[in-house]
């Protein structure tokens, strides 16, 4: 018989190598899904804007993807109780929703249908987080802070989202990039304190260049409304209305008229109502004119410039719960009552003034919208929220108040659909 003379050590050696390389090979195929996973979901810095106000306060900015949230690690000595409010721009338009965290810091989480590659702008509007117990010298006094250096984030700043929830039941539905559209940065659209045609040159402010018609907006599944399409409403113009023979009417200022304007169709009308004490008539006028629906919207002159000061939030509560009860006794079940959200207006050159001279920005107007979405719960009145349509682009008012644009027609055909299929 023959004897193999191999080394003791040279076998065991060789038995180490062999189980090394098979450990490697199993090891590997862990290590690229984990690396894969860190490259995905691990922290990422977003780029900063060096010019921003609170540029010294900023630490850093931080994108949690597995989280879904971006995180603003800040001093807060100069701004205590930042109000920010930051837009992702990509496959789909959403606004991130921010609260403060333990440490202090400012986290805003945001929710798409879709992964993929997002530009982030986020800007700080006031140093002055409102609240309905807000003291009304507060809220009178307090300043947007200068739109020219809101902006806490670079110009381009991205971020790569690969978790996402096709299906969020807070939104009626997201602004969705059209097919073979490329996008780009949204930044927000302003015109600063003193900066009014033909003494400023807008141009170098008004910085959100991205088409509308680039942007299509498609309803959820299972929020497509009371037609009961499985694909969303499939009609979107306004001459759909007129299959319907209904009279519906708005009740509001101006932004009720531009909605019956838009969808121009003589079963659709305005009653002028520009104060919720003035719903009392406007209940009279609605029978008047055999409404078979109302949808109430009010509050852009109460928080407007017409008496030189916004009304407080204790006063619109009650007032509107007045006008709300009186307008629903007076039509006594006649027709289907709805309250709709308020409009946020864009930074135009009163709202960004310092002191302000209009009191309509975004932080006045939720709050007169948590007010109004209380008092629906209370009363039993349906409260149709369409934030999700104007709040991505709240920005996009070309008069700096009304929304006549795409936007606007979106909210026109939903709210038409939803009073005329209740």
Known sequence: MLSLDIPRTTYVVSLLLFATAIGHVLV??????????????????????????????IVEIVHYA???????????????????????????????EFSKTEEGFMVGKYVVPVPGTYFV????????????????????????????????????????????????EHKLGFWTLKPGVQAHPLRTRVQPNGCV?????????????????????????????????????????????????????????????????????????????????????????????NCSHAVIGIGQWPAGWPELKPMAFSAYREEMREGMINFTNIVNGSMMTMVRSE???PLGNVISSCPPRDWRNPEVVRIYNEILAELCRDLRIPFLDTTSIISPLWDTADDWCHYTNQVGLEEATYLAHSLSYL
Not at 36 to 57: A, W
């Open 197 to 289: 045609l033909p003494l400023c040159d807008l141009s170098e402010f008004v910085t959100n260049n991205v088409p509308l018609d680039d942007y299509t907006f498609e309803y959820q599944a299972g929020r497509e409304g009371p037609s009961g399409s499985s694909d969303g409403f499939e009609v979107k113009d306004s001459g759909s209305v007129d299959k319907i023979n209904r009279k519906l009417c708005f009740i509001g200022a101006s932004h009720a008229r531009a909605t019956v304007e838009m969808l121009n169709n003589v079963n659709i009308i305005h009653v002028d109502t520009k104060w919720p004490r003035e719903l009392t008539l406007a209940g009279y006028t609605s029978l008047d004119n």
């Open 343 to 345: 409009h946020e207006n």
């Open 121 to 168: 702008e986020i800007i700080v509007l006031s140093c002055w987080k409102l609240y309905q117990n807000t003291s009304f010298s507060l809220v009178m006094d307090s300043c947007i802070e200068d739109t020219r250096r809101h902006r806490i984030t670079a110009p381009n700043a991205s971020i790569e989202i690969s978790r996402w929830s096709p299906h969020p």
């Open 66 to 96: 597995n989280e879904q949230e971006i995180l603003i690690k800040l001093l807060g000595v100069r701004c205590p109780l930042p109000v920010f409010r930051g837009r992702l721009s990509g496959p789909v338009l959403t606004l991130m």
């Open 28 to 57: 590997s195929g862990e290590a690229k899904s984990h690396i894969k996973n860190l490259f995905l979901y691990s922290p990422g810095l977003v780029s900063t804007n060096p010019s921003s106000v609170l540029n010294d306060e």
